[in-house]
């Protein structure tokens, strides 16, 4: 025990070296791994000090913890729910655009804040390399207490701690960096083809073949960068890349069965990101206002939710719209409805889609609608 807490002191102070400003004097960068953190590992035969590796995705508003175990493969430890994340579904791609990023990233040692404002942090090492390739601007994005985001992930102070010990153990066991995986969404055949029109499609297929390797394999990926695009070099030779190519093809086949069945092609536009279900549950029992919205419409903290300070409320209240993407199919246009239904009608030689729009998880309102066969491109934005 003495050992365990000399080398959790002597991390703390090695990584506080790393950030600007004096070392504090606060010892929360140093709490224990909570016991019932510490009894689920050993339930699924991990130990503190075994590697991890974590998975963020925005549209669930959640953040996976994975352990490797002793047969080298990652075993799923916790789900956290996500306080708060800002910006869209898509990649980061300037400095102030609110994004939290996607890709995958390498978590150091010297990433780790212990003395953050927002209670303990870490950088996820925007921009990586695969970033910059694309000329990509923006700094300083974390996974962060509180419950407030420019751009960061927002996991609440208590969540914060304990995946800061988490981390602290795992690099004390001798863990160089762990891979932090961030995604749109869970990458299911459903999430596929509903957001099969997204202008971003491509680059979420990209990061879809880490996440099949991943999946396969059980190990981490290995990546670099070559044309524009993540490369991913599976482990396991020959036998891991045919399992990963029969996953990809049973995915499209997936995918290609629910487009048929006439699962709509979607676009979700949120007003300024989103947070889990749970924090949205325990906001709306909490604040008193008009259904579907929340009383505190300013970022100062509320002690009626019990979340500390929460990033542009009025922005959660409503929850994300939801774009049906109306792909046309004909090089012809037949229109019923009069001069209103002819206005909404894009210009000949655009290339945006028509739309409806509906509140997330709900049918689009249809009434009123007509028929519009028009030539219009792709169907991207």
Partial sequence: ??????????????????????????????APIPGPALALMASKGVSA??????????KESEIELWKRGTDGRYALLKTYPMCRWSGQLGPKTREGDRQAPEGFYAITPGAMNPNSSLYLSFDVGY????????????????????????????????AISEIYAVAR??????????????????????????????PHMAFWKNLKEGSDQFEVTGSEPVIAV????????????????????????????????????????????????????????????????????????DARPSRGHGLGEVSRPEALAAGPQEIAMVVPTRNTL????????????????????VTIVARAGKEPDRTGLRKVVASAGDGRD
């Fill in 127 to 158: 921009p990586n390399a695969f970033d910059k390739s694309q000329g990509r601007t923006g700094s300083h994005l974390m996974v962060h207490g509180s419950c407030s985001s420019r751009g960061c992930f927002a996991m609440t102070d208590e």
């Fill in 169 to 198: 153990e795992a690099f004390a066991g001798g863990q160089r960096a762990f891979q932090f995986q961030s995604y749109p969404f869970r990458m299911t055949a459903e999430n596929l083809a509903r957001h099969r029109q997204d």
């Fill in 226 to 297: 070559a044309e524009g695009r993540y490369a991913f070099t599976p482990s396991g030779g020959g036998d891991a890349s045919t399992a990963i190519a029969r996953k990809r093809d049973e995915d499209e086949r997936a995918v290609a069965a629910l487009v048929a069945k006439g699962t709509p092609a979607i676009k979700l536009v949120y007003e300024d990101g989103s947070q889990h279900h749970s924090f949205r549950e325990t906001m709306m029992a909490n604040t008193a206002g008009p259904a579907g919205t929340f009383a505190a419409l």
């Fill in 334 to 353: 037949s229109v019923t409805g009069g001069a209103s239904a002819r206005q909404a009608l894009p210009k000949p030689g655009t290339t945006k889609p």
């Fill in 49 to 58: 000090s075994d590697p991890i590796l974590m998975r963020a995705y925005k």
């Fill in 1 to 30: 025990m003495l050992i365990r807490m000399a080398l959790a002191l002597c991390l703390g102070l090695a990584l506080a070296s790393c950030q600007d400003g004096q070392y504090a004097a606060s010892t929360k960068h140093l």
